[in-house]
């Protein structure tokens, strides 16, 4: 089964680190693009960061450039998002989501996505 | 980058069609087939329902279609389902290898 699970959301002080993963399962990881996609409370779905299937190209939304680090261990199927200096509007659900192609970065459609792990940026 | 233009709601009776818009711009819709729009029910993940802004995956059903016309893409269900009703999103491929998203549509089923 295609399966995508996110981890490490929680509570974190403005100006704070952390660091999210999504464990990869049932199909080949390192040829798909991943992306990072992010939904406050009660608002709609941002793209965040992308990152090629090698890792070799990233990708972010200028409101998280220079804060945000995504890569990915293709050997561990595991993608992730390192988010520094926090602030009180990056609190939201994070998702992750693939790439429908190989081909692609996510932009033709993100085929599988995870349950999402919560993020809450507050003192 | 600039969030693509949604409805914020639209309803209508089971087994009647509904049409739901998604405005960009020159830089985005209007200038890549990259066009995909997710349904999303309440607590729950996105479910993609068009890729490459007409095709369906594999499971979605036929009730489901896209189009696009200049620099407005749009999503078409027929035959209204009441579990057709919850939050639909459309997504872009907007240049620079960035994607932009809509902010979303709240369908009802009366």
């Known amino acids: 089964e295609v399966q995508l699970l996110e981890s490490g959301g929680g509570l974190v002080q403005p100006g704070g680190s952390l660091r999210l993963s999504c464990a990869a399962s049932g199909f080949t990881f390192s040829s798909y693009a991943m992306s990072w996609v992010r939904q406050a409370p009660g608002k709609g779905l941002e793209w965040v960061s992308a990152?090629?299937?090698?890792?070799?190209?990233?990708y972010y939304a200028d409101s998280v450039k220079g804060r945000f680090t995504i890569s990915r261990d293709n050997s561990k199927n595991t993608l992730y998002l390192q988010m520094n200096s926090l602030r009180a509007e990056d609190t939201a659900v994070y998702y992750c989501?693939?790439?429908?192609?190989?081909?692609?970065?996510?932009?033709?459609?993100?085929?599988?996505w995870g349950q999402g792990t919560t993020v809450t940026v507050s003192s | 980058q600039s969030a693509l233009t949604q409805p914020a709601s639209v309803s209508g009776s089971p087994g009647q069609s509904i049409t739901i818009s998604c405005t960009g711009t020159?830089?985005?819709?209007?200038?890549?087939?990259?066009v995909s729009w997710y349904q999303q029910h309440p607590g729950k993940a996105p479910k993609l329902m068009i890729y490459e802004g007409s095709k369906r995956p594999s499971g979605v059903s036929n009730r489901f279609s896209g189009s696009k016309s200049g620099n407005t893409a749009s999503l078409t269900i027929s035959g209204l389902q009441a579990e057709d009703e919850a939050d639909y999103y459309c997504c872009s491929y907007a240049g620079s290898s960035t994607l932009a998203f809509g902010g979303g549509t709240k369908l009802t089923v009366l």
């Open positions: 020159s830089s985005d819709v209007g200038s890549y087939n990259l």
């Open positions: 990152i090629s299937g090698s890792g070799g190209s990233t």
């Open positions: 989501a693939k790439a429908f192609s190989p081909r692609g970065l996510g932009g033709e459609g993100m085929d599988v």
